[in-house]
T-cell receptor, first 110, second 114 residues
Framework: RKEVEQDPGPFNVPEGATVAFNCTYS??????FFWYRQDCRKEPKLLMS???SGNEDGRFTAQLNRASQYISLLIRDSKLSDSATYLC???????????FGTGTKLQVIP | NAGVTQTPKFQVLKTGQSMTLQCAQD?????MSWYRQDPGMGLRLIHY???????DQGEVPNGYNVSRSTTEDFPLRLLSAAPSQTSVYFC?????????????FGDGTRLSIL
């Protein structure tokens, strides 16, 4: 089993739709979690950290489920500009163990 | 407004050549790191540093060296380039707040080894 797994997609959704991605992780001692977005041939950019209590930033909501070992990202009212690859990141064992998922591709269709 | 600056943006090398990828940040971040990104594999950590004079290995350190003589700079050296090192390389920096690292990435260096 991979340490961090994501459905590669692509997820093709119409504008205005709500879409959710999950990311599972194998190390129960993982300490911190993040979502990044990466546009084609660009660098990853931090979207949001994921807190134990869940957190929201505008149309984006991130959740952490430690019991089932996954994090989720919910995007409401999808925009064309949300089209990108979404990467989850899991940090465990301190600074050495920063593991990126391979990403989920989202395509928002007019 | 520079953030994390990587040079060069593109490079082609021959097998066996050496080179240094440069990375500089102007945000006074303690933590800096180098990743490589290959199709279908996600970003993989090569080396990282938690401050000047301190470096450590990540997941895929073989064939690469780093040093951190200043807070700002974190160069990555390829000792003897191999075709397997063809990849996109990203440098990142982060403040460390209660163990949480929110990393800022440079634009990347696209490296081809022939």
């Amino acid at each position: 089993r991979k340490e961090v797994e994501q459905d590669p997609g692509p997820f093709n959704v119409p504008e205005g739709a709500t879409v959710a991605f999950n990311c599972t992780y194998s190390n129960s001692a993982s300490q911190s979690f993040f979502w990044y977005r990466q546009d084609c041939r660009k660098e990853p950019k931090l979207l949001m950290s994921v807190y134990s209590s869940g957190n929201e930033d505008g149309r984006f909501t991130a959740q952490l489920n430690r019991a089932s070992q996954y994090i989720s990202l919910l995007i409401r009212d999808s925009k064309l500009s949300d089209s990108a690859t979404y990467l989850c990141v899991v940090v465990s064992g301190g600074y050495q163990k920063v593991t990126f998922g391979t990403g989920t591709k989202l395509q928002v269709i007019p | 407004n520079a953030g994390v600056t990587q040079t060069p943006k593109f490079q082609v090398l021959k097998t066996g050549q050496s080179m240094t990828l440069q990375c500089a940040q102007d945000m006074n971040h303690e933590y800096m790191s180098w990743y490589r990104q290959d199709p279908g594999m996600g970003l993989r950590l090569i080396h990282y540093s938690v401050g000047a004079g301190i470096t450590d290995q990540g997941e895929v350190p073989n064939g690469y060296n780093v040093s951190r003589s200043t807070t700002e700079d974190f160069p990555l050296r390829l000792l003897s380039a191999a075709p397997s090192q063809t990849s996109v390389y990203f440098c990142a920096s982060s403040p460390v707040v209660e163990g949480i690292m929110a990393q800022h990435f440079g634009d990347g260096t696209r490296l081809s080894i022939l």
